[in-house]
């Protein structure tokens, strides 16, 4: 794994996910993010590392929340304090794991029988509970609000969030030849704020982690599905998406 820079001295750790760690800083407000070449798939039963995986993914979610900010979206980004950590605002993560879907793909192509690839005349957004140990089930506005994880307002807003990202981000890849397939979005909020306008920001990462992204003249996938499926390549694949990326 790469080792963190000097950047901040390590505060506690506050959370440990697959493909990152979360330390409290000596700003009760902040975290340091630092992600890890690790990566898992299928709810963390198929697992690999490759060398410069968290560097990349840092870059690119640096690069995108700051675009994303300026396009009207509320992030949890503050700053890149190296190659694999950033500084984020603390907040306190929905555990809700929002998938946007442009295409039929995945889990959703293989439920509903379709081929991938398959165009969706609209938008679908769906909703998992983060749990490996459930395997991530999808669930519905009802239920976070049933089990207290959202209110109405926040589901709702939640909701604008995921669709104004994905309205930014499809043009936005497209002109770097990346036709976005799908993504996943995790949401956070805000402490002592009680407008979900001003409380709900999107946190975590955007990166070839949490999209499909399909070459727009190849088709060739670019993102974790050629670790999922064992395609190879997936280190050239990251590092040519934070290229496009990188060209402005
Ligand atoms: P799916 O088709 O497997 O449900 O995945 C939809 C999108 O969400 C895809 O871009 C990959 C991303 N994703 C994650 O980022 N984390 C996950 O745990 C899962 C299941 C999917």
Redesign the pocket.
Known sequence: MTTSANTQSSGELKYEGKAKRVFATANPGEYRVEYKDDATAF?AQKRGSWAGKGATNNAITALLYPQLEDAGVPTHFLKKLSDTEQLVRAVTIVPI?V?V?NVA??????KLGLEEGTPLSRPVV?Y?YKSDALG?PLVNTDTAVALGWASVAEMKRIRQLAIQVRDFLTPYFLTRGIRL????LEFGKLPGLSDPGEAIVLADEISP????FWDAETGEKM???RFRRDLGGVEAAYAEMLRRIEQG
């Open positions: 709810n794991e998938i879907r793909a995945g889990s959703f192509a293989k769906e998992c991530d397939i799908d993504f996943k982690d949490t999209c499909r993102d974790k599905d």
